[in-house]
């Protein structure tokens, strides 16, 4: 997953696009194949990284990790380090995270009605 660069048209159009639609502004945020799964596994709860990858089979820690620092970069989930051995490490939904509960079920419902079209 690599960033855009800040000087490409890409990246300003992008921009331009999130700032007028807040349809683009959110699908910015939750964008990555994985960061909507990852929120829906987070809805019911705390979970610690290596249960996150158990329910996740097909992930690398690699992209989990990568879309667990974006979803924490964009206020959707909060990292907490408890100091002991081993390091402990929880990962939990902000507010806004737990607001995409009812969008997610939606999302899914709509999933579930398109497939029927194939």
């Known amino acids: 997953m690599s960033n855009i660069k ?3 048209t890409n990246f300003a159009n992008k921009q331009a696009l999130a700032e007028e ?32 990858k158990k329910r996740l089979p097909n992930i690398t820690e690699r992209m989990l990790t990568l879309q667990l ?5 964009n206020k959707m989930l909060t990292r907490t380090v408890y100091a002991e051995v ?14 995409l509960g009812p969008i997610i079920q939606h999302l899914d419902k709509w ?8």
Do not use: D
């Open 6 to 8: 800040e000087t490409s």
């Open 21 to 52: 639609c807040g349809e683009a502004y959110a699908s910015n945020i939750i964008s990555g194949q994985w960061a909507l799964v990852i929120c829906s596994w987070l809805m019911n709860g705390k979970l610690r990284f290596g249960e996150l």
């Open 69 to 73: 620092r974006k979803l924490e970069e």
């Open 86 to 99: 081993p390091p402990k490490v929880e990962y939990e939904l902000t507010p806004i995270g737990y607001e």
């Open 111 to 118: 999933a579930q009605k398109h497939k029927e079209l194939k």
